[in-house]
């Protein structure tokens, strides 16, 4: 294998390892990264053998994620014909959310403006009422937290609170910069990628363990290939995918 600095260009990295764990340090210290940078799917957990016989190494492929990058609005465009734009969520809901989160946001001392935005039609089908956006926050990495989670449990929360407050449960979609949109542009991405792959070598693969709404959306970019299936594994935060070839 040539050195690694002629690997600096490549999108992913195969390596191999004792255990899983010292893969994944072994690929964080090579590609110069942290685990919150970085996609890792199992391709073989290894095995310890009988006696350190017929032991095998774990093997995993990493990937860099996408940098997060501020969310710039893109300029609007001039229709040829009069479009009416999508309606705002309902006045009610989406200005009780607005005044909740702005309110969580100053507890936690950050800075940053809520807007509301128009609701995208398969946002509205996964039953949310309303959707905010946080912008101008110095640190969007602080609000997001690893995998999402504290966007997650921010959302949550902004949701709870208003239901209690107009007397309904109205769930409440909440993005930090437009993440969600990029995050989810690239699970596609890997999705696509892993299948192709799977195709390929014919061999099941494991995705790394990601929250329900993230699953949800690989299995929905792949339900249509002929060529691979999805299920979910594990329990818990281990819960992940495997993407196994169709017979």
Known sequence: MPPFEEETEVESLEVTARTVNEAIEKALSRLGKTREDVDVSVLSEGSRGILGIG??????????????????????????????????????????????????????????????????????????????DILGAEDVGILIGRRGDTLGALQFLVTLMVSRKVGRWSKVLVDVEGYRVRRESSLRTLATRMAQRVQQTRVPMALEAMPPNERRIVHLTLQENPAVSTSSTGEGEDRHIIISPKR
């Open 55 to 132: 032991s095998e190494d774990a093997r995993i492929l990493v990937s860099p994620r996408e940098p997060l990058v501020p969310f710039v609005p893109p300029p609007p465009e001039v229709p040829v014909a009069p479009v009416r734009p999508p309606p705002l969520p309902s006045g009610k809901v989406a200005e009780t959310a607005q005044e909740i989160l702005e309110g969580l946001l100053a507890g936690m001392r950050i800075s940053a403006t809520v807007e509301i935005r128009p609701m995208p039609t398969a946002t509205a089908e996964d039953g949310f009422v309303a959707m905010l």
